[in-house]
């Protein structure tokens, strides 16, 4: 018998993909084109990655309810989100990118977006 997500946990979710969503916005507003949306190999996970002018940024996404603080990302997080992104990159065999870093996006309480360019 297959159990279904609690209604918190579906809230959470909802939230993250909201979350997800607002970011890839504010990035293609920027002038980002996004290249892929939770995407996964090597061992983790990519919440967004966008590129802009020969330049590629894997974004990982953090956003909070209320005035609780972020959750912190922690070292075996970054080791799998440095996997996933070397990953990925070796799957690029016909771009030749400039350069490729990490972005840090972290939505407040009320959508305010805060960016950190290579945050690791």
């Known amino acids: 018998m297959t159990r279904s997500p609690s209604a918190a946990r579906q809230s959470a979710r909802q939230f993250g993909i ?3 969503a607002r970011v890839a916005q504010a990035l293609e ?3 980002c084109t996004v290249l892929a949306r939770n995407w996964r190999g090597g061992g983790g996970e990519l919440d967004l990655i966008v590129a ?3 330049k590629v940024r894997f974004v990982e996404v953090k956003a909070r309810v209320g005035q609780l603080s972020f959750e912190p990302i922690h070292a075996a997080q ?3 989100l440095q996997l996933a992104a ?3 990159l070796a799957e690029q065999h016909s771009n030749d990118w400039a350069e490729a870093c990490f972005l840090l996006a972290e ?3 009320r959508g305010r977006i805060t960016w950190t360019d290579d945050p690791f």
Request: net charge positive; proline share 0%.
């Open 107 to 109: 939505l407040d309480a």
């Open 78 to 80: 970054v080791r799998r």
């Open 86 to 88: 070397t990953a990925w």
């Open 29 to 31: 507003a920027g002038g």
């Open 52 to 54: 802009r002018n020969h």
């Open 18 to 20: 909201s979350s997800e």
